[in-house]
Every structure is written in C-alpha cells, then in structure tokens.
C-alpha cells in the first residue's frame, strides 16, 4: 500500500546519506598526511606509499555513484512510496553506508578471504536491495508512475548485475588468489543483458 504520492522526501534523505557516505570514503587517505610527515616523508610519498588506499578509494566511490545513478533511474519510475520499499530503501542505505568500512579494511590488510569476502559480499548487499527496489517499483501500480512506468529492461540491468556479483562472491570466496579480479565478471553485464532483453522480445512476438 502507497503511503505518499510525492516520495520526495524519500529521495531527498537518500541522496543526503550517499553523500556522507561518498564523503567518509576520503577520511582514510587525509589521515595517512599526518603520518607521512609524522615519518619526515616526502609529500609525493602519501601517493606513492599509499597506492591500495587511493585505489580502493577509487573503486569504491565509482561502485557508490554507479549504485546512486541506478538508484536515480529507478526512482524516476517511482510516484509513491509504501512500506516495503521504504524498508528496501532504508536496507540499500546501510549497505552503501557500511562500504567505506570494508573499503578500509581493504586499503589497510591484505587480501585474504575475510577482506574479498566483506567487501564484494557489501556490494552485493547493495545490488540486491536495488534489485528488490525495481521489483517492487514494477509490481505494485500504486507505487510506480502512470505517466512513467519503469520498463522490463530496468529489471533486467538491475537483475543481471546482482546474479553476476554473487557469481563474483562465490568464486573470491572459492579461489581467494583470484580475489577482486573476480568483480570483472561485471563485464558480462552488457553482452546477458543484450541475450536476456533479445529473448524477451521473441517471448513477446510468440
């Protein structure tokens, strides 16, 4: 049951937590200046010396902004908020707000199946809630737009990344030398989405 025609509030509040969140990602790298002078490092060296944080830092807030984009997509569907999407909503956030967690620990030990585990294990967190989100957008008509319906190709992207992170989680966790390399499966995301949006047009013409 939708509990408000204008979710705004809603997607006002989101998009404040993701930016706390995007913003804690950075707190790691400007506490490794002070140790770096602490140790009469040159400046360069907080780069240099420093290359797992930046790059995780990196990853990490792509993997945010490209959840916040899918998130945007979906909602533009969105005309009213009920109960199950709020919670799924509420989920969603507290997975993109415990990510700069695991990415620290990323940053700082070494990878083993503990870290690979916790952080692409958060990232699938969040992909299935945004996943959950769209399906509920989807079937239930007092939630989704009149004027904007949101399309089988929304489920489908959002869908397909989901089952190709748990692919991912399940192989880090299975052969831990592979470890973040598993995340490339994501590349596979295009070409299924391509094969599973071809063949829910043939299922449609049939």
Avoid at 44 to 68: A, N, Y
Avoid at 145 to 158: D, R, V, Y
Wanted: glycine content about 2%; some cysteine.
């Amino acid at each position: 049951m939708a509990v408000s025609k204008e979710p705004h509030r809603l997607i006002l509040f989101t998009d404040a937590v993701v930016a706390i969140a995007v913003t804690l990602l950075v707190l790691p790298l400007v506490d490794i200046v002070p140790e770096v002078a602490k140790e009469h490092g040159e400046a360069i060296e907080v780069i240099t010396k420093h290359q797992p944080e930046v790059w995780t830092f990196l990853l990490s807030f792509v993997v945010i902004i490209r959840f916040w984009l899918a998130h945007h997509r979906a909602y533009q569907h969105v005309r009213a908020y009920s109960t199950p999407l709020i919670l799924c909503n509420a989920g969603w956030l507290l997975a993109i707000v415990v990510l700069p967690f695991p990415t620290e620990v990323v940053g700082v030990f070494q990878s083993d199946r503990f870290t690979t585990g916790f952080y692409i294990g958060t990232i699938f967190a969040v992909s299935a809630l945004q996943t959950a989100m769209t399906l509920i957008i989807r079937a239930d008509a007092a939630v989704a737009s009149e004027e904007n319906p949101p399309t089988p190709e929304l489920a489908i992207s959002s869908a397909t990344a989901t089952v190709l992170l748990a692919a991912a989680l399940v192989v880090a966790l299975a052969l831990p030398a592979i470890s973040y390399w598993a995340l490339f499966l994501l590349l596979l995301s295009a070409p299924v989405e391509q094969v599973l949006r071809r063949r829910q047009r043939v299922a449609a013409e049939a």
